[in-house]
Each structure stands twice: as C-alpha cells, then as structure tokens.
C-alpha cells in the first residue's frame, strides 16, 4: 500500500505541476479589475476555465495522498531511534581540577 501511495503522489506532483504551468497568466487583465469597465456577467475574469477546475481537484487529491502519506508513516514510527544508546554511567573517581582560583586572588588584589 505503501509505494501505490508514493507512485500516486508523485505523478500527481507532476500533473499539478504540468497543470499550473498551462494556465495563462491573470496580470494581463489586471487593468480591467481596477477601474476598467467590464460589461462581462461574471466580472473581468470570466469564468471558471476546465483547466482551472482540473487544478483544483489535482490539488485537493494532492493534499489528501500527503496526509495518507503522513498518518501512514504517523501509525507505523513506534520505535526510537535511541533504542540501542546506553546510558554512560558516572564514575565516582572524577579527576578534580587543579585548585581554582578564588575572586580576590585571581585578580591579583
């Protein structure tokens, strides 16, 4: 089930991306959105194109396979990488630094 999933969110990385780099820019219309009459019924930028339905339902089935994708690995990661560290015990013989200096005779008063 795994690698389906990997295989399907790939190519459907691919297609959003073929997808988004179809569509025709919207700056060229920018002019008409800000003052420009328009005698158009859905506004000055039109209506809702096939490629641009076709962009938001590859989206949302890229979506849905990412968060497959993260519950899956989520349910399967019950293990820790740590679980083969042991930790190091304290020795009692620690080696005691040389005699530190005190405040007034480290600097020299």
Known sequence: MFPVLIILHVCICVALILIVLLQ???GAGMGAAFGGSSQTIFGSSGAT?????VTT????????????LSFYIGKSANTSVMKDVHPVEATSEAPSPATPPTGDKAQGK
Do not use: R
Not at 49 to 53: D, N, P, V, Y
Not at 57 to 68: H, I, K
């Open 57 to 68: 339902a590859v989206a949302v089935v890229f979506m849905l396979t990412s968060l497959g």
């Open 24 to 26: 025709k820019g919207k």
């Open 49 to 53: 194109s096939l490629l641009h339905k």
